[in-house]
């Protein structure tokens, strides 16, 4: 038996029970296999594996995002419920080694999905400077006196996000219900990310140092309440 003999054994449903029949066999025929194709045979056993469903709600997709072995390596911090701006809360802000942000939206429901169309926020030029910027957290009447549709505003680019993603319970919205620059990853009933259309880049303008220092701030901020609840 080769190695490609054994991947075409994937076709029976729980390959760790070739792997146990493969052994008493062997042994009887008083034949051994390498460890290494065992193990391979085992390993492959993980994936055939049935998973478990969970029940999906936005903290729990929150974690799914944050802890993904792909988006780990992507980005050097990922913060849950990240206000973006005075009247903006990411899902998810992911901020990337290179400076640009991904913006992740949680819809779990297809009302939901379709209902966050209707979201206005207000928004600021994007040639404001950094002090302009803190002020305009602080007075946004003052700086930020126009409104538009969020999904327009991202369109346009006059947002912090560089890449918007929506990340969505699996059916209940399709690609061609996006905007067009938007990402999508479908998430399933036992908690599995599928990428299935990555998003366009809304614009090329980096944070700056104030802006990441800002934002990791709001996780530090949740780690040390957090704390807090476990201490009392």
């Known amino acids: 038996m080769n190695y490609q003999t054994t991947q075409k054994s994937e076709n029976i449903q729980y390959s760790h029970i070739y792997a146990n029949v493969l052994v008493t066999f062997s042994e009887q025929a008083g034949k051994t296999y390498p460890e290494e194709l065992m193990a391979f045979i085992y390993k492959d056993a ?5 998973r478990k469903k969970i029940k999906l709600t936005e903290a729990v997709v929150q974690n799914i995002i944050c802890s993904d072995k792909d988006h780990k390596k992507r980005y050097d911090v990922m913060v849950p419920r990240c206000m973006t701006q005075i009247d903006n809360e990411a899902d998810v802000l992911a901020i990337r080694k290179s400076g640009f942000c991904d913006e992740f939206e949680i819809k779990l429901t297809r009302a939901d999905f379709f209902n966050d169309r209707k979201k206005i926020i207000q928004y600021r030029r994007p040639d404001f400077d950094v002090k302009q910027d803190i002020d305009w957290f602080m007075n946004p009447e003052d700086l930020a ?13 006059e ?3 560089n890449n918007f993603w929506y990340v969505l319970k699996e059916g209940i919205a399709s690609v061609d219900d ?7 990853i479908s998430v399933d009933q036992t908690g ?3 990428v299935v259309k990555h998003p366009d880049r809304l614009h090329s303008r980096k944070l700056s140092f104030e802006q990441r220092y800002k934002f990791a701030s709001y996780l530090n901020e949740r780690f040390w309440r957090y704390r807090e609840q476990l201490a009392k």
């Open 159 to 161: 947002m912090v996000v």
């Open 145 to 157: 006196p126009y409104q538009k549709f969020k999904l327009e505003a991202l369109g346009n680019g």
């Open 178 to 184: 996006l905007p067009g620059y938007a990402g999508l």
């Open 46 to 50: 993980k994936k055939l594996t049935p």
């Open 192 to 194: 599995l990310l599928k």
